[in-house]
Structures are given as C-alpha cells and as structure tokens.
C-alpha cells in the first residue's frame, strides 16, 4: 500500500446464497481492486446489482466480505475484530439512500445527529462541547439548530432529512465518506443542491469520499475519477471527461447512449 492511498481495496469478493435452490450462491463482487487518495472522489458507477452498494456496505462494516483485504490508513480491517475494529474506523461515516428509513422517528434530530459522537464516547464527560458541535453540524448543511434541534424526522422534508443525514456524517469530523445514492429520492433541483453542499463540506473537511451512483450525469463535475462496475466486476475506470466522453466498454458506451437519450427526451 502507497502512503498516498487512504483506502486500498484488494480482491474483494462477495457471494450471496441463491433464494431459488438452483444456485448455491450468486456472485455479487468478483475481484474488486481500487484505491482512494487523500482528499480523493471516486464514483462507484452501474446499474442495480451491480455491486456498488455491496463495496460500500463492506467497507463501512456493515456486511461482511468472503475474500479480500480493505486497507484503511495502512490497516485490513478485513482482520480486526471488536473494540479494535471500531478505533481504526472511526472516521469512516456512510451517508444513506434513503432519509426516511436511515433517521430513527423516535429521536429528535438533535439527537440523531449526536449518535455518533455518542457511540464513539467522544465526549463523553463534556456534554457542552458535544451539543457545540451538533449545533455547528446543523449549521454547516443550512439547518438552524433553534429551528430543527428538538424536531422529529416527520416534521422535515427529504431534502431537510437529507441534509440531517450529512450533518450526521460529518460532525465526527470524518476522512472518508461512503455516500450511497443519496440524491436518488430527490427531485433533479434538489439533487444538485445537495451535491454541492457536499462537495463544500468535503473540502472543508478534507474529506475522501465514496459516491455510489447509477446517474453518471451526477458524477462528471462531483467526482475526481470513475470506476464503472458490471456484475460485480470493474470494466472501466478514469477521470469523468475520459470515462463519459470516451467510453472504452460496451457496457460503458450503453450507459452512456441511455444517458444521451434520457437528454434528449
């Protein structure tokens, strides 16, 4: 592993059992093999089943993988277990698809954006200084913490929930974000709102992120490099402008062409 890599993801594989008996499992990553730089954006590209969420949901420890190693700040985290696992991924915070099933309807959103901090006993005996960064959270995503901080989930729309999401992700100060399609339940003018105030809050943070998507229209002024995933196998990655504007594989090029006929609808 290069000290100029965050994250470095190697021969990740994954299989799930097949429901149907006529398979005994089914393939969902073959192989996986990328990096993430410091302060790097990637965008995990295709369609669904394709794998990307997989890699996400891996990454963050909530799935487990069959093979493979994830390197993080020079760790497999693959092989840590526990107490220890949790220590060197701190810093590793996922942003959700979907606003209204990721925020708890029984917690204020005070509250929802505090479980971080609580969970990792950061503040443990400064409960001022805990409620000082939760404030300063709402306020960095244009949530007024007089406003919001004592609502409930149901009171906010997806946009505001959304928002709550990347406050959430972000008051733990993190270095790398796994965003897992979160613009998907947003309407298109909402979209870009939001990927911009995450590409502010990246570079205020520093922040190395993950951008799992299925639009490619999303990525090309968002991320820095692509990687374009087919049946849990990557067939093509490279900068946006290499990847959209000259796609080398078929799988690629129809993605592209659906994009360019969804434009001109």
């Not at 799930?16 to 008996?21: A, E, I, L, M, T």
């Not at 005070?110 to 443990?124: D, F, H, R």
């Not at 990246?202 to 087919?230: E, G, P, Q």
Request: hydrophobic share 35%.
């Amino acid at each position: 592993m290069t000290n100029e890599l965050l994250l470095d993801v190697r021969g990740l594989s994954k299989s799930y059992g097949d429901s149907s008996h006529s398979l005994k499992n089914v393939a969902v990553l073959n192989g996986i093999d990328f990096g993430v730089s410091h302060n790097e954006t990637i965008g995990l590209v295709g369609v669904s089943g394709a794998g990307k969420s997989t890699i996400g949901r891996i990454i963050a420890g909530l799935e487990s993988a069959d093979r493979g190693s994830i390197y993080y700040e020079g760790q497999d985290i693959l092989r840590l277990k526990g107490a220890r696992r949790k220590a060197v991924t701190s810093s590793i915070q996922m942003i959700f698809q979907d606003p209204y099933e990721s925020l708890s309807p029984r917690m204020t959103i005070g509250q929802l954006v505090a479980e971080p901090l609580v969970i990792q006993n950061t503040y443990k005996n400064n409960n001022e200084q805990l409620w000082k960064l939760v404030s300063n959270a709402l306020s960095e995503v244009s949530l007024s913490p007089e406003r919001y901080m004592n609502r409930y989930p149901h009171e906010l729309s997806g946009g505001e929930r959304q928002r709550v999401g990347l406050a959430r992700a972000f008051v733990c100060n993190p270095r790398l974000i796994i965003a897992d399609e979160p613009t998907s339940m947003l309407d298109s003018s909402l979209r870009l709102e939001l990927l911009d105030l995450m590409d502010q809050l990246r570079k205020r943070h520093n922040t190395s992120t993950i951008f799992i998507t299925h639009d490619l229209a999303l990525t090309y002024h968002f991320c820095d490099r692509l990687i374009v995933l087919d049946r849990g196998v990557i067939v093509e990655s490279g900068s946006p402008k290499q990847v959209i504007d000259n796609p080398q594989h078929p799988f690629t090029q129809s993605l592209i062409s659906a994009l360019m006929e969804l434009n001109h609808l």
